[in-house]
């Protein structure tokens, strides 16, 4: 049975600004996948990015949504992936806002 995490990650950016720095920091989630990802497909709908992350094996669904004043990231965590959720909810809460980074030049 899959095991859902989520986490608010707060910010004062708005929900443009937020919108276009996790558009930009996208790339970067690979870096942070214990193992390494071997596939990442993301799709924005409206202020929505899912995502569906093949890594370790296992298929992992994802949605990052964007509101005004957070950014909620759902993970849902298939079979034997459950049994990390606690640290992966803590490296959410801890490593998130990577995502709301300024990426300008």
């Known amino acids: ?5 989520q986490v608010d990650l707060p910010h004062k950016l708005g929900r443009d600004e937020a919108r276009r720095r996790i558009a930009n920091n996208i790339h970067k989630l690979q870096d942070h996948i ?3 990802a071997s596939h990442v497909d993301s799709t924005w ?3 929505d990015l899912n995502l569906a992350i093949h890594a370790l094996g296992q ?12 950014v909620r990231v759902r993970v ?3 079979g034997m992936l459950a049994m990390f959720a606690a640290p992966i ?17």
């Open 34 to 36: 214990p193992g390494g």
């Open 89 to 105: 909810e803590a490296m959410l809460q801890k490593k998130g806002n990577v995502l709301l980074e300024d990426q300008r030049d």
């Open 76 to 78: 849902m965590l298939p």
């Open 45 to 47: 709908s409206g202020d």
């Open 59 to 70: 298929a992992v669904d994802a949605q990052i949504g964007v509101e005004e004043t957070k």
């Open 1 to 5: 049975m899959p095991k859902p995490i």
